[in-house]
């Protein structure tokens, strides 16, 4: 461990600061600070996004060059999400990814992200999903920042995806609330994907669909990376590019 780990983990984990902070953080009312205290906050609502559902009948997922008027798709969101965004990551942000997917009751296989997980991915960013309508009894669910750190430090990424965590919680004597959000059409979550633990809830009848993309900060507003990547050709589902795409249009 060197100076600085001994300091973090003396001060922040040790002696509880930077519980205390989170804690804190949960209390302060009266801003948008929901989302830096758990960690993750449902947002909405996002109006005139019809075109969109419809796109996913007869498919399983679309990429964005399969989602016609993206721009605009863009545009409601952070309209309503803005200054929150803003707020959030004290600079400006661009979307760096998104995709469209559809899922309807379990049948075969387990789905990966149907099981409790953080995603891969920078520290700071932030997804946002978009539930696209609300004919099914799917749902996604979230535990907090908080709470997810005590499986983090429990170990839980050295195991295999879970589909409950009720036994590993209990092995390690851990405490948490999950939050299972029953989407309404056109409503959103946005989380730390990287440090909030996360998962799908598969319908027992329906079909879940949903718009979602990953969200950076940027040093300049959202349009003009949209001008000099995504209306460039730049396709990007699901990963991280480097980060300084240049003008090349993208990895
Ligand atoms: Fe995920």
């Known amino acids: ?3 600085e780990q001994r300091r973090i983990q003396c001060w922040d984990v040790d002696a509880g600061y930077a519980a205390a902070q989170e804690r804190a953080r ?3 009312s009266g801003t948008q600070l929901v989302l830096q205290g758990r960690g993750y906050q449902e947002v909405g609502k996002f109006r005139c996004l019809s075109w969109l559902p419809g796109l996913l ?3 399983s997922s679309l990429a964005p060059p399969q989602i016609p008027n993206l721009r ?3 545009w409601r969101a952070f309209t309503v999400l803005k200054p929150r965004l803003r707020e959030y990551f ?3 942000f661009a979307p760096v990814f998104c995709s469209m997917l559809k899922m309807g009751p379990m049948a075969g296989e387990l789905d990966e992200s149907y099981c409790w997980h953080v995603d891969s991915g920078p520290s700071c960013h932030l997804k946002l999903i978009i539930f696209l309508n609300d004919d099914h009894d799917g749902a996604t669910a979230v535990i907090s920042r908080q709470d997810s750190r005590k499986f983090i430090d429990a170990g839980y990424l050295q195991h295999r995806r879970m589909f409950h965590l009720d036994a590993f919680a209990e092995e390690h004597g851990i405490s948490y609330t999950p939050y299972k959000i ?3 059409a056109g409503s959103g979550l ?3 994907p990287a440090s909030v633990f996360h998962k799908g809830v598969y319908p027992t009848f329906g079909e879940r669909r949903v718009f979602q993309m990953g969200i950076i900060p940027w040093d300049k507003p959202w349009e003009n990376f949209y001008e000099e990547h995504w209306a460039k050709g730049y396709q990007n ?6 980060y300084d795409l240049g003008d090349s249009g993208g990895a």
């Not at 589902?237 to 480097?242: A, E, L």
């Open 1 to 3: 461990m060197n100076a």
């Open 237 to 242: 589902t699901n990963g991280f590019p480097r």
């Open 182 to 184: 029953q989407p309404k």
């Open 90 to 92: 004290q600079s400006e």
């Open 26 to 28: 949960c209390r302060f």
């Open 190 to 192: 946005i989380f730390e």
């Open 72 to 74: 605009n798709v863009f």
């Open 57 to 59: 009948d007869g498919e």
